[in-house]
Protein backbone atom coordinates (compact mmCIF):
# COMPACT_ATOMS: atom_id res chain seq x y z
CA UNK A 1 0.00 0.00 0.00
CA UNK A 2 1.59 3.63 -0.64
CA UNK A 3 2.29 5.73 2.26
CA UNK A 4 0.75 8.94 1.04
CA UNK A 5 1.85 10.74 4.21
CA UNK A 6 3.49 14.14 3.92
CA UNK A 7 7.84 13.88 4.43
CA UNK A 8 8.74 16.21 7.61
CA UNK A 9 11.36 19.05 7.32
CA UNK A 10 14.41 18.30 7.80
CA UNK A 11 17.54 21.03 9.12
CA UNK A 12 20.12 20.35 7.90
CA UNK A 13 22.90 20.73 10.95
CA UNK A 14 26.97 21.77 9.57
CA UNK A 15 29.38 20.84 11.90
CA UNK A 16 32.86 21.40 11.70
CA UNK A 17 33.73 17.61 13.29
CA UNK A 18 30.97 14.97 14.22
CA UNK A 19 31.09 13.54 16.89
CA UNK A 20 33.54 15.23 19.21
CA UNK A 21 34.37 14.34 22.70
CA UNK A 22 35.28 17.73 23.61
CA UNK A 23 31.78 19.08 21.82
CA UNK A 24 29.34 16.93 23.34
CA UNK A 25 27.32 20.00 24.16
CA UNK A 26 26.55 20.13 20.24
CA UNK A 27 25.71 16.21 20.19
CA UNK A 28 23.42 16.97 23.50
CA UNK A 29 21.65 20.11 21.53
CA UNK A 30 21.04 17.57 18.70
CA UNK A 31 19.99 14.78 20.65
CA UNK A 32 17.52 16.98 22.53
CA UNK A 33 15.94 18.58 19.55
CA UNK A 34 15.45 15.53 18.18
CA UNK A 35 13.49 14.59 21.50
CA UNK A 36 11.43 17.88 20.57
CA UNK A 37 10.27 16.36 17.18
CA UNK A 38 13.35 17.76 15.07
CA UNK A 39 14.36 15.80 11.94
CA UNK A 40 17.99 16.69 11.70
CA UNK A 41 20.95 15.76 8.85
CA UNK A 42 24.54 16.16 9.97
CA UNK A 43 26.83 17.26 7.71
CA UNK A 44 30.28 16.97 8.77
CA UNK A 45 33.28 19.10 7.65
CA UNK A 46 35.86 16.60 8.77
CA UNK A 47 35.59 12.52 9.92
CA UNK A 48 35.83 12.14 13.74
CA UNK A 49 39.59 12.64 15.68
CA UNK A 50 38.76 10.29 18.71
CA UNK A 51 38.14 6.54 18.73
CA UNK A 52 35.34 6.71 21.19
CA UNK A 53 32.64 8.78 21.98
CA UNK A 54 29.97 10.02 24.43
CA UNK A 55 27.12 7.65 24.97
CA UNK A 56 24.83 9.83 24.09
CA UNK A 57 26.18 10.76 20.77
CA UNK A 58 24.66 6.78 20.53
CA UNK A 59 21.16 7.89 21.00
CA UNK A 60 21.23 10.50 18.43
CA UNK A 61 19.13 9.16 15.25
CA UNK A 62 20.03 11.93 12.75
CA UNK A 63 22.42 10.34 9.72
CA UNK A 64 25.34 11.49 8.85
CA UNK A 65 27.17 12.90 5.37
CA UNK A 66 31.47 13.60 5.42
CA UNK A 67 32.17 16.58 3.08
CA UNK A 68 35.89 15.90 1.65
CA UNK A 69 38.08 17.89 4.31
CA UNK A 70 41.02 19.11 2.64
CA UNK A 71 40.66 20.97 -1.11
CA UNK A 72 43.67 19.97 -3.34
CA UNK A 73 43.25 15.57 -2.75
CA UNK A 74 39.52 15.78 -3.16
CA UNK A 75 39.80 18.42 -5.68
CA UNK A 76 38.62 16.40 -8.56
CA UNK A 77 35.34 14.60 -6.36
CA UNK A 78 34.81 18.50 -5.41
CA UNK A 79 35.09 20.04 -8.67
CA UNK A 80 32.81 17.44 -10.26
CA UNK A 81 29.69 18.27 -8.36
CA UNK A 82 30.36 21.98 -8.67
CA UNK A 83 30.97 22.41 -12.05
CA UNK A 84 27.32 20.26 -12.32
CA UNK A 85 26.13 22.04 -9.75
CA UNK A 86 27.18 25.83 -11.86
CA UNK A 87 25.55 24.08 -15.11
CA UNK A 88 22.07 23.31 -13.02
CA UNK A 89 21.69 26.51 -11.23
CA UNK A 90 24.32 28.96 -12.72
CA UNK A 91 22.63 32.32 -11.89
CA UNK A 92 22.74 30.64 -8.11
CA UNK A 93 26.22 29.53 -8.71
CA UNK A 94 27.83 32.91 -10.06
CA UNK A 95 26.48 35.00 -6.93
CA UNK A 96 28.02 32.07 -4.46
CA UNK A 97 31.47 32.52 -7.05
CA UNK A 98 30.88 36.54 -6.84
CA UNK A 99 30.99 36.33 -2.93
CA UNK A 100 33.81 34.19 -2.86
CA UNK A 101 36.15 36.13 -5.32
CA UNK A 102 34.85 39.29 -3.01
CA UNK A 103 36.05 37.20 0.49
CA UNK A 104 39.41 35.86 -1.24
CA UNK A 105 39.90 39.94 -1.86
CA UNK A 106 40.04 40.30 1.88
CA UNK A 107 41.81 37.41 3.15
CA UNK A 108 44.03 35.73 0.06
CA UNK A 109 42.92 31.99 2.29
CA UNK A 110 42.72 29.61 -0.35
CA UNK A 111 40.26 28.50 2.78
CA UNK A 112 37.20 30.70 1.09
CA UNK A 113 37.57 28.06 -2.28
CA UNK A 114 37.40 24.95 -0.05
CA UNK A 115 34.50 26.30 1.93
CA UNK A 116 33.17 27.23 -1.41
CA UNK A 117 33.49 23.98 -3.37
CA UNK A 118 32.64 21.87 0.04
CA UNK A 119 29.36 23.75 -0.03
CA UNK A 120 28.81 22.73 -3.71
CA UNK A 121 29.19 19.35 -2.91
CA UNK A 122 26.88 19.50 -0.34
CA UNK A 123 24.15 20.86 -1.75
CA UNK A 124 24.48 18.85 -5.25
CA UNK A 125 25.45 15.59 -3.73
CA UNK A 126 23.31 15.50 -0.25
CA UNK A 127 20.26 17.75 -0.63
CA UNK A 128 18.70 16.30 -2.92
CA UNK A 129 15.63 14.15 -2.02
CA UNK A 130 16.59 14.77 1.63
CA UNK A 131 13.39 17.39 1.92
CA UNK A 132 16.61 19.78 4.18
CA UNK A 133 14.37 23.16 4.33
CA UNK A 134 16.77 24.86 6.39
CA UNK A 135 20.52 25.10 7.57
CA UNK A 136 22.14 25.60 10.49
CA UNK A 137 25.82 25.81 11.43
CA UNK A 138 27.72 25.06 14.77
CA UNK A 139 30.66 27.90 14.66
CA UNK A 140 30.95 31.23 13.60
CA UNK A 141 34.11 30.56 11.32
CA UNK A 142 34.12 27.73 8.99
CA UNK A 143 31.08 26.02 9.16
CA UNK A 144 29.05 29.17 8.91
CA UNK A 145 30.90 29.91 6.02
CA UNK A 146 30.10 26.38 4.11
CA UNK A 147 26.23 27.66 5.55
CA UNK A 148 26.92 31.22 4.10
CA UNK A 149 28.49 29.33 0.77
CA UNK A 150 25.31 27.01 0.60
CA UNK A 151 22.52 29.28 1.50
CA UNK A 152 23.44 31.23 -2.01
CA UNK A 153 24.06 27.98 -3.65
CA UNK A 154 20.39 26.65 -2.84
CA UNK A 155 18.19 29.44 -1.57
CA UNK A 156 17.65 28.06 1.78
CA UNK A 157 17.98 30.05 4.50
CA UNK A 158 20.79 29.06 7.42
CA UNK A 159 21.49 30.72 10.56
CA UNK A 160 24.14 30.09 12.94
CA UNK A 161 25.25 29.44 16.53
CA UNK A 162 28.52 31.58 17.71
CA UNK A 163 30.64 29.96 20.43
CA UNK A 164 33.97 31.70 21.60
CA UNK A 165 37.02 31.17 19.65
CA UNK A 166 35.16 31.20 16.28
CA UNK A 167 33.52 34.87 17.67
CA UNK A 168 37.02 36.48 18.57
CA UNK A 169 39.90 35.29 16.08
CA UNK A 170 37.06 35.73 13.04
CA UNK A 171 37.33 38.95 11.37
CA UNK A 172 34.41 41.48 12.36
CA UNK A 173 34.02 42.44 8.48
CA UNK A 174 33.63 38.60 7.69
CA UNK A 175 31.55 37.82 10.86
CA UNK A 176 29.14 41.07 10.58
CA UNK A 177 28.57 39.35 6.66
CA UNK A 178 27.36 36.59 7.99
CA UNK A 179 24.98 38.23 10.50
CA UNK A 180 23.18 40.10 7.97
CA UNK A 181 23.06 37.15 5.61
CA UNK A 182 21.56 34.97 8.58
CA UNK A 183 18.24 34.57 9.75
CA UNK A 184 18.86 34.54 13.46
CA UNK A 185 22.11 34.31 15.36
CA UNK A 186 22.06 31.94 18.80
CA UNK A 187 25.31 32.15 20.82
CA UNK A 188 25.69 30.88 24.89
CA UNK A 189 26.58 33.80 26.56
CA UNK A 190 25.24 37.61 27.26
CA UNK A 191 28.36 38.45 26.95
CA UNK A 192 28.75 36.82 23.06
CA UNK A 193 25.49 38.37 22.86
CA UNK A 194 26.15 41.96 22.92
CA UNK A 195 29.24 41.65 21.01
CA UNK A 196 27.58 40.10 18.13
CA UNK A 197 24.83 42.58 18.67
CA UNK A 198 27.00 45.53 17.99
CA UNK A 199 28.67 43.84 14.87
CA UNK A 200 25.12 42.98 13.66
CA UNK A 201 24.24 47.15 13.71
CA UNK A 202 21.35 48.09 11.59
CA UNK A 203 21.13 45.06 10.00
CA UNK A 204 18.29 43.83 11.43
CA UNK A 205 19.43 40.17 12.32
CA UNK A 206 17.57 38.46 15.71
CA UNK A 207 20.71 37.22 18.29
CA UNK A 208 19.62 34.93 20.82
CA UNK A 209 21.45 33.64 24.19
CA UNK A 210 20.80 30.12 25.33
CA UNK A 211 23.22 29.00 27.30
CA UNK A 212 24.25 25.50 26.82
CA UNK A 213 23.40 23.82 29.84
CA UNK A 214 24.30 20.21 30.99
CA UNK A 215 22.38 17.46 31.89
CA UNK A 216 21.97 18.05 35.70
CA UNK A 217 20.43 14.60 36.08
CA UNK A 218 23.58 13.27 34.84
CA UNK A 219 25.98 15.25 36.99
CA UNK A 220 23.60 14.92 39.94
CA UNK A 221 25.13 16.11 43.25
CA UNK A 222 26.99 14.15 45.24
CA UNK A 223 25.71 13.84 48.67
CA UNK A 224 28.41 11.93 50.31
CA UNK A 225 31.43 14.97 49.50
CA UNK A 226 33.01 14.55 52.47
CA UNK A 227 35.34 17.59 54.23
CA UNK A 228 38.59 17.68 52.72
CA UNK A 229 41.78 16.40 54.27
CA UNK A 230 45.27 16.62 52.85
CA UNK A 231 46.31 15.20 50.83
CA UNK A 232 43.94 17.15 49.24
CA UNK A 233 42.71 16.47 45.72
CA UNK A 234 42.55 19.31 42.99
CA UNK A 235 41.00 18.13 39.92
CA UNK A 236 41.09 20.72 35.85
CA UNK A 237 40.03 19.27 33.03
CA UNK A 238 40.36 21.20 30.27
CA UNK A 239 41.62 21.36 26.85
CA UNK A 240 45.17 22.16 26.39
CA UNK A 241 45.48 25.65 24.39
CA UNK A 242 46.15 28.76 25.78
CA UNK A 243 42.93 30.10 26.75
CA UNK A 244 42.70 27.66 29.30
CA UNK A 245 45.57 29.35 31.39
CA UNK A 246 47.23 25.93 32.27
CA UNK A 247 50.60 27.43 33.17
CA UNK A 248 48.60 29.64 35.88
CA UNK A 249 47.03 26.79 37.17
CA UNK A 250 50.58 25.13 38.06
CA UNK A 251 52.54 27.93 39.30
CA UNK A 252 49.47 28.26 41.50
CA UNK A 253 50.14 24.57 42.17
CA UNK A 254 53.99 25.01 43.22
CA UNK A 255 53.46 27.94 45.38
CA UNK A 256 51.12 25.58 47.48
CA UNK A 257 53.79 22.80 47.68
CA UNK A 258 56.01 25.86 48.54
CA UNK A 259 53.68 26.66 51.56
CA UNK A 260 53.72 22.86 53.06
CA UNK A 261 50.17 22.22 51.30
CA UNK A 262 49.71 18.74 50.35
CA UNK A 263 47.85 17.76 47.69
CA UNK A 264 47.26 15.73 44.46
CA UNK A 265 46.50 17.46 41.42
CA UNK A 266 44.56 15.06 38.04
CA UNK A 267 43.93 17.19 34.59
CA UNK A 268 42.15 15.57 32.16
CA UNK A 269 42.04 16.79 28.56
CA UNK A 270 44.46 16.70 25.47
CA UNK A 271 45.32 19.62 23.08
CA UNK A 272 48.22 21.26 20.98
CA UNK A 273 49.75 22.73 24.16
CA UNK A 274 50.21 19.19 25.37
CA UNK A 275 54.18 18.72 25.73
CA UNK A 276 54.49 22.78 26.41
CA UNK A 277 51.99 22.38 29.56
CA UNK A 278 54.01 18.51 30.30
CA UNK A 279 56.75 20.23 30.63
CA UNK A 280 56.27 22.91 32.82
CA UNK A 281 54.93 20.33 34.73
CA UNK A 282 58.51 19.16 34.84
CA UNK A 283 59.84 22.60 35.15
CA UNK A 284 58.13 23.25 38.12
CA UNK A 285 59.00 19.69 40.24
CA UNK A 286 55.33 19.05 40.31
CA UNK A 287 55.77 14.98 38.37
CA UNK A 288 55.17 13.81 42.09
CA UNK A 289 51.82 15.44 42.76
CA UNK A 290 50.53 16.13 39.35
CA UNK A 291 49.42 13.42 36.41
CA UNK A 292 47.82 13.95 33.44
CA UNK A 293 45.09 11.49 32.49
CA UNK A 294 44.59 12.43 28.79
CA UNK A 295 41.09 12.38 27.20
CA UNK A 296 38.33 10.96 28.74
CA UNK A 297 34.84 9.68 28.19
CA UNK A 298 31.71 11.33 30.65
CA UNK A 299 31.46 8.38 32.84
CA UNK A 300 34.76 8.71 33.76
CA UNK A 301 35.40 12.07 34.59
CA UNK A 302 32.13 11.95 36.81
CA UNK A 303 34.31 9.34 39.30
CA UNK A 304 37.06 12.16 39.25
CA UNK A 305 34.61 14.54 40.11
CA UNK A 306 33.11 12.42 42.77
CA UNK A 307 36.77 12.04 44.54
CA UNK A 308 37.84 15.38 44.35
CA UNK A 309 38.20 18.01 46.69
CA UNK A 310 38.20 21.14 44.36
CA UNK A 311 38.14 22.06 40.68
CA UNK A 312 40.25 24.92 39.58
CA UNK A 313 40.70 26.65 35.93
CA UNK A 314 43.13 29.51 35.24
CA UNK A 315 41.13 30.77 32.03
CA UNK A 316 42.02 33.78 29.83
CA UNK A 317 42.29 35.44 26.77
CA UNK A 318 44.72 34.28 24.62
CA UNK A 319 47.34 36.22 22.56
CA UNK A 320 45.31 35.61 18.77
CA UNK A 321 42.18 37.04 20.80
CA UNK A 322 40.37 33.69 22.08
CA UNK A 323 38.60 32.99 25.10
CA UNK A 324 36.04 30.54 26.58
CA UNK A 325 32.27 31.45 27.16
CA UNK A 326 31.20 29.55 30.31
CA UNK A 327 33.52 26.20 29.99
CA UNK A 328 30.70 23.38 30.61
CA UNK A 329 33.19 21.62 32.87
CA UNK A 330 32.40 24.58 35.68
CA UNK A 331 28.77 23.21 35.37
CA UNK A 332 29.30 19.87 35.58
CA UNK A 333 31.75 20.38 38.78
CA UNK A 334 28.99 22.55 40.52
CA UNK A 335 26.03 20.19 39.67
CA UNK A 336 28.49 17.48 41.58
CA UNK A 337 28.90 19.28 45.09
CA UNK A 338 32.33 19.79 43.91
CA UNK A 339 33.20 23.99 44.71
CA UNK A 340 34.98 25.40 41.52
CA UNK A 341 37.66 28.51 41.67
CA UNK A 342 38.09 30.20 38.70
CA UNK A 343 39.04 33.66 36.65
CA UNK A 344 36.37 36.44 35.74
CA UNK A 345 37.28 36.13 32.41
CA UNK A 346 34.59 36.07 29.50
CA UNK A 347 31.55 34.75 30.91
CA UNK A 348 33.07 33.00 33.95
CA UNK A 349 30.59 35.56 36.09
CA UNK A 350 27.42 34.95 34.73
CA UNK A 351 28.03 31.51 36.14
CA UNK A 352 30.27 31.85 39.04
CA UNK A 353 29.45 34.37 41.29
CA UNK A 354 32.56 35.25 43.74
CA UNK A 355 32.21 34.14 47.09
CA UNK A 356 28.65 33.07 46.66
CA UNK A 357 29.09 29.85 44.50
CA UNK A 358 32.66 29.45 43.59
CA UNK A 359 35.77 31.83 44.00
CA UNK A 360 36.69 34.11 40.86
CA UNK A 361 40.27 35.94 40.36
CA UNK A 362 41.64 38.18 37.74
CA UNK A 363 43.49 35.83 35.18
CA UNK A 364 46.98 35.27 35.10
CA UNK A 365 47.71 35.78 38.76
CA UNK A 366 49.11 32.34 39.90
CA UNK A 367 49.00 34.11 43.73
CA UNK A 368 45.86 35.40 43.77
CA UNK A 369 44.56 31.84 42.34
CA UNK A 370 46.80 29.65 44.55
CA UNK A 371 45.50 32.05 47.78
CA UNK A 372 41.84 31.31 46.37
CA UNK A 373 42.31 27.27 45.73
CA UNK A 374 43.79 26.94 49.89
CA UNK A 375 41.13 29.28 50.89
CA UNK A 376 38.09 26.84 49.07
CA UNK A 377 40.22 23.66 50.33
CA UNK A 378 40.50 25.16 54.34
CA UNK A 379 37.21 27.30 55.04
CA UNK A 380 34.76 24.81 55.76
CA UNK A 381 32.13 27.56 56.48
CA UNK A 382 32.55 28.76 52.80
CA UNK A 383 32.56 25.37 51.36
CA UNK A 384 29.42 24.59 53.47
CA UNK A 385 27.64 28.00 51.73
CA UNK A 386 28.69 27.78 48.00
CA UNK A 387 28.55 23.99 47.03
CA UNK A 388 24.45 23.91 47.62
CA UNK A 389 23.77 27.68 46.57
CA UNK A 390 26.22 26.54 43.00
CA UNK A 391 24.74 23.06 42.70
CA UNK A 392 21.05 25.56 43.05
CA UNK A 393 22.44 27.78 40.18
CA UNK A 394 23.40 25.10 37.82
CA UNK A 395 20.04 23.31 38.57
CA UNK A 396 17.77 26.80 38.08
CA UNK A 397 19.84 28.56 35.26
CA UNK A 398 21.78 25.94 33.07
CA UNK A 399 19.15 22.99 32.91
CA UNK A 400 20.05 21.59 29.49
CA UNK A 401 16.38 20.10 28.76
CA UNK A 402 14.61 23.52 29.61
CA UNK A 403 17.33 25.74 27.38
CA UNK A 404 16.71 23.44 24.64
CA UNK A 405 12.94 24.41 24.47
CA UNK A 406 14.03 28.07 24.16
CA UNK A 407 16.42 26.92 21.21
CA UNK A 408 13.64 24.57 19.80
CA UNK A 409 11.11 28.00 20.26
CA UNK A 410 13.52 29.64 17.92
CA UNK A 411 13.94 27.17 15.52
CA UNK A 412 10.13 26.49 15.58
CA UNK A 413 9.57 30.66 14.67
CA UNK A 414 10.53 29.62 11.10
CA UNK A 415 7.74 28.58 8.50
CA UNK A 416 9.96 25.76 6.89
CA UNK A 417 10.00 23.84 10.02
CA UNK A 418 6.87 24.02 10.63
CA UNK A 419 6.67 26.73 13.29
Not at 55 to 83: C, F, K, T, W
Not at 197 to 217: F, N, Q
Not at 312 to 328: F, K, S, T
Request: aromatic share 8%; charged share 25%.
Amino acid sequence: MKNDAPTPPVLGMILKGYPRISESFISNEIFLLEQLGYQIRIFSMRDPRENFTHDSVRRIRAGVDYLPQELLRPLHRLLYHNLLLAVASPRRYGRALGLALRRFSRSRKSATWKHLFQAGYLVHKFLPGRNVVRLHAHFAHSPSSVALFASRLSGLAYSFTAHAKDIYTSSPEKLREKIAGARFVVTCTEYNRRYLKGLAGESGTPVHRVYHGIDTKLFSGNPDHRVPEAPYRILTVARLVPKKGLPTVYRALALLRDRGIGFRHELIGDGDDRERVLGLIGELNLGDRCRWLGTLAHEQVLEHYRRSDVFVLGCEIAPNGDRDGIPNVLMEAMAMNLPVVATDVSAIPELVTDGETGLLVPPGNPALLGDAVARMLTDTDLRNRVIPVARERVIRDFDNRRLIRELGEIFGGDRELGG
